[in-house]
């Protein structure tokens, strides 16, 4: 009987540390049945992406919230983990219904049925967009110290040179001036 118990605990346990990830707004888990195309999402991610708290999403529908200019690369991830039986990861962007760009991981893997054909891809998306934020103002300010610094050596040298050119002056004057 203690056995039993200690599953239930066990189990309990498990699934208030699902939900706990599953709540996070950074964090989304999603499950996509290849053989129905219905993609199941968690509902916190779901509100973020414009969806309804229930209901069926197909892979279009889900595909139609990325930038357009990274469907291609992820569609091409996902055909390749589907084909090779390997692990899925991507990033791209999301573009909400408020129109503000959010950066995201996902990172999957393949689910094979009896017979070896791929039949579920799962796993988690992370919202990763204040670290790509922070990248790229780092490169802003790695560029603007770039910048920073030609014009500075642009300066020295400017300098150098003036500097070159005095000392000719004053060499050539010494020497043209007549000897005491």
């Known amino acids: 009987t203690a056995r039993p118990v200690r599953r239930t605990r066990e189990l309990e346990l498990n699934k208030k540390r699902f939900n706990l990830a599953a709540d996070s707004p950074n964090v989304g888990m999603w499950e996509w049945d290849l053989d129905k195309d219905e993609i199941w999402i968690t509902p916190t991610r779901r509100a973020q992406l414009g969806f309804s708290a229930s ?31 390997k692990d899925y990861q991507a990033e791209f962007r999301v573009v909400r219904e408020d129109g503000s760009m959010h950066w995201i991981f996902a990172r999957g893997r393949v689910q094979l049925d009896e017979q070896g054909k791929a039949k579920l891809l799962t796993g988690i998306s992370l919202d990763i967009t204040a670290r790509k934020e922070a990248e790229m103002l780092a490169q802003q300010e790695r560029s603007e110290l770039e910048r920073l610094r030609q014009q500075r050596t642009a300066f020295l040298e400017r300098e150098v040179a003036e500097y070159a050119r005095l000392e000719r002056e004053v060499i050539e004057s010494c020497a043209h001036a007549p000897r005491r």
Not at 68 to 84: F, L, S, W
């Open 55 to 85: 209901g069926k999403i197909t892979s279009e529908e889900l595909i139609s919230r990325w930038h357009e200019d990274d469907r291609d690369k992820v569609r091409q991830a996902v055909n390749e983990a589907i084909e090779h039986d």
